[in-house]
């Protein structure tokens, strides 16, 4: 959109105004020490220079003078003198950019004026506006990406193509028992590439499969839907924001056609549909709480969910007409809860998964999506910053520091790792099934072993910092949290992770080496790389179980690592490094001891490709 943005004059002039004046700390990295002074020195912003006028005006007492100093500011300092060089004091007004009016307190006779200023200063609400106006035109890239893949597998199929996949077909008399005539097989939308699960019924219909009783393959049918949303926004010099949202659908559909003298028909049976889901999601709500070590943390989320059940299964029943022909009554108790609505007890697949995304997403369970596949009204954005402009925007910070970047990124998201069709289920006219499983719950359209929310900081907060002296210093904080409500055991599964980072780095340019072998040696010129890098990283798995109302820690380790590295290149190809590397490990649980593993050696590393 910058190209859309630079068509209007006021706009273009923003974008200069506010252009870029960081540098990436990956092209920083790629270049020498000599190379990088001279970038740095070329992204200092050009800033206009304080520029003087003076001149000799007569200072009489209360007789305004006026002073046309021609800097084209508002923001100047105005000093006038008499004719003994004192300071005298006066009254002034600010005409125009260009122009003052000095109006003096006693008579000074001839003296002298001075005003300094920046030429191209603007007043405090042009800033203002220019700044949000920057702001509200900060978004460079919008895409927006839907796609549907499908594919058809129909066997039995019988028209043999004549012409680009196509032609003509006339059933045999003899097989189906009736002439039905000709048709276009398969069809325009066919070859156009449209996928319809209802085209095998249509072939079956005019007589393009085969009526043979041995025929033991199934119809297949799939279809794949996705939603994808970019946006990058740079509403400050320097900043970038990546937003994204995504949705993900895949169904495949079994079914098998057979058929049947007597009616002359085929008949459709077997059917099965199977899948997985995927949505974006926001749980930043609940993300941040105390992890501990040995022991279970309180979570206040998985007790929003316990009573949110409640909600959910009261919104569920008032779906349902009272007057349906089977006797159903919303209002009505469960058998087993009395606290919940007939048809949908606490343990019901239908009310667990709107409760549970209630909980996590921090949301209000009345309003949350009861459908076990949210639509896209309910996707929720995930995102990347980055800045980049803290050296430039500081005084003096550029003296001793080439860069200076922070990063943040978050995602979460829903998961229904598969589905398959629950042969109990019978819809009705309502679109209801009345059918009940052994709990007295009113059974799902899919049988679901799990579904999950996935959450990551990766960043939660990374800053990165290159000094002149080509030291580099690093530290980093990550966050993920993974989340499985099981129906098999009806117990939700917290895998947690934190880890802190701190590194440093140090670049010796043009280090020499020289390498000898029993008849001969050979000497380099090269950079030297050192890294070293510490981090304490804790991991914890926890069981909450929904029935029994108990929580428990079954694994877990806090995990202490050093790695040190040295980095030098014999040629554009071939590397050589040298490590050290030691992990500490401490578990929280009896299941398991304290271990330590040590990695020392040479590596060498020769890269075949360009």
Do not use: C
């Amino acid at each position: 959109l910058q190209s859309l943005y630079n068509k209007v004059s006021y706009f273009q002039e923003l974008n200069q105004k506010f252009r870029r004046t960081g540098g990436s700390r990956y092209s920083l990295n790629r270049q020498t020490s000599g190379a990088r002074g001279q970038q740095q020195q070329q992204q200092q912003p050009q800033r206009p220079a304080e520029q003087t006028y003076s001149g000799n005006i007569t200072l009489t007492a209360s007789q305004p003078q006026t002073i046309t100093h021609k800097l084209n500011t508002r923001k100047i300092s105005v000093v006038v003198t008499g004719e003994n060089g004192e300071a005298v004091r006066g009254r002034t007004n600010i005409v125009d950019a260009n122009t003052i009016e000095f109006t003096p307190m006693a008579d000074a006779g001839q003296g002298s004026v001075t005003v300094k200023g920046v030429p191209g200063d603007q007043t405090l609400f042009k800033d203002i506006l220019d700044l949000t106006t920057r702001m509200l035109i900060g978004v460079r890239t919008i895409s927006v990406n839907y796609s549907v893949n499908g594919g058809t597998v129909l066997p039995g199929y019988l028209p043999e193509p004549s012409l680009f996949g196509a032609g003509t077909y006339h059933p045999e008399v003899n097989m189906f028992g009736r002439d039905l005539g000709d048709s276009f097989a398969p069809g325009f939308p066919f070859l156009a590439g449209w996928q319809d699960y209802g085209f095998a019924q249509k072939a079956a219909t005019r007589g393009w499969v085969t009526t043979d009783s041995t025929l033991n393959m199934p119809y297949l049918f799939t279809k794949n839907e996705r939603l994808s949303m970019r946006a990058t926004v740079e509403p400050l010099p320097d900043l970038r924001i990546d937003v994204t949202a995504d949705r993900s659908f895949s169904k495949n559909i079994s079914e098998f056609y057979n058929y049947n003298p007597s009616s002359g028909d085929f008949r459709a049976n077997s059917f099965t549909e199977t899948g997985n889901f995927s949505m974006s999601t926001l749980t930043w709500g609940t993300a941040f709480f105390a992890m501990g070590k040995g022991e279970v943390h309180q979570s206040e989320a998985f007790e929003n969910f316990k009573e949110y059940r409640q909600v959910i299964a009261h919104r569920l029943a008032a779906q349902r007409d009272p007057n349906n022909g089977f006797g159903y009554d919303p209002t009505a108790p469960h058998a087993e809860h009395p606290g919940f609505p007939d048809g949908y007890g606490p343990n019901s697949v239908e009310v667990l998964v709107p409760a549970f995304l209630a909980a996590y997403q921090n949301k209000d369970p009345h309003s949350v999506s009861l459908g076990l596949f949210p639509s896209i009204k309910f996707i929720r954005p995930n995102w990347r910053i980055q800045y980049e402009g803290m050296v430039s925007k500081i005084p003096g910070l550029n003296r001793i520091m080439r860069s200076l970047n922070f990063t943040h990124s978050y995602r979460s998201s829903y998961n229904v790792g598969s589905f398959i069709t629950n042969l109990n289920y019978q819809e009705q006219a309502d679109g209801f099934s009345y059918v009940r499983d052994i709990a007295n719950n009113f059974i799902t359209p899919y049988d679901f072993n799990s579904v999950s929310i996935m959450e990551t900081f990766s960043p939660l907060i990374n800053m990165d910092i290159m000094w002149h002296s080509d030291l580099t210093t690093r530290g980093e904080i990550k966050k993920s949290r993974n989340l499985t409500l099981s129906f098999a055991n009806n117990q939700i599964t917290e895998v947690l992770s934190d880890e802190y980072t701190i590194g440093v780095g140090y670049r010796f340019t043009q280090m020499d080496l020289i390498i000898k072998t029993k008849n001969a040696q050979q000497a380099y010129s090269n950079d030297l790389n050192l890294r070293a890098d510490l981090s304490y990283r804790k991991n914890k798995t926890v069981l909450r179980k929904i029935v029994e109302n108990d929580d428990q820690i079954t694994a877990g380790q806090s995990a202490f690592t050093i790695k040190t590295t040295a980095d030098y290149m014999l040629s554009d190809r071939f590397q050589l490094r040298l490590f050290f590397d030691k992990v500490l490990n401490n578990p929280f649980t009896s299941l398991s001891f304290p271990t330590s593993n040590t990695n020392v050696g040479v590596s060498f590393r020769f890269t075949l490709a360009q």
